[in-house]
Each structure stands twice: as structure tokens, then as C-alpha cells.
């Protein structure tokens, strides 16, 4: 799950306290729902910060939220740049919409 501030910035740096402390309400709300939804044992939450540390969306500041098990296949996405997933992305977005609306 990516969350994204509506300002276009490319970095921390362009938002306003405010506009941080609600970023982090939200990816807060996101690792909630993902929890409830799909039971993970932990997450990674994290930021990457330009083309060299990995960011694809280089203008846009924007945090990751990636829901982790035991025995994940964390090799698919960077040798196939395949997902494994145990139910469909339609299915498992419908359950987080009800998750966020709660």
C-alpha cells in the first residue's frame, strides 16, 4: 500500500508539520487495516528518497506500507517482478475499503 500526501513534493522537507502528522495518522490507519484484513506478522514502512535510493515516483514523497509473514517470498517482486498473493487484489481491496470505512 503506498500512502501519498496530496501536496507534490519530493521530499519531507516540503511539507508542513501538520501535513506530516497527517501522513503519519494514515499510514498509522493503513497498517490498522492491513491488519485486520490480512493478519501479517509485521510490516516494513519505509520511504525511499530518490532515484538512487530506489524511489520510482521521484517527485512525489510517498510511504510504503508492506504487509510481511514468515516464509514470505520476498525474492518474487525483485527477481520477476511477480507477486505472490493468497487471494485476488480485487477481493483483498473491497475488504480494506470496509476496513478504512469502519
Do not use: S
Not at 496530496?6 to 516540503?14: I, M, N, R, S, V
Not at 497527517?22 to 510490516?43: E, H, N, S, Y
Request: neutral net charge; charged residues 20%; hydrophobic residues 50%.
Amino acid at each position: 500500500m503506498l500512502v501519498v500526501p496530496y501536496k507534490q513534493t519530493p521530499d519531507l522537507h516540503g511539507l508542513t508539520d501538520e501535513e506530516m502528522t497527517d501522513l503519519m495518522k494514515l499510514v498509522r490507519r493503513c497498517q490498522d487495516a492491513l491488519t485486520a484484513v490480512m493478519k501479517p506478522a509485521g510490516f516494513n514502512i519505509g520511504i525511499n528518497l530518490g532515484r538512487i535510493a530506489g524511489a520510482g515516483i521521484e517527485p512525489h514523497v510517498h510511504i510504503h506500507v508492506v504487509p510481511r509473514w514468515a516464509g514470505d517470498t520476498n525474492f518474487m517482486p525483485v527477481l520477476a517482478n511477480t507477486m505472490v498473493l493468497p487471494e485476488a487484489l480485487v477481493d483483498i481491496a473491497g475488504k480494506l475499503r470496509a476496513a478504512f470505512a469502519q
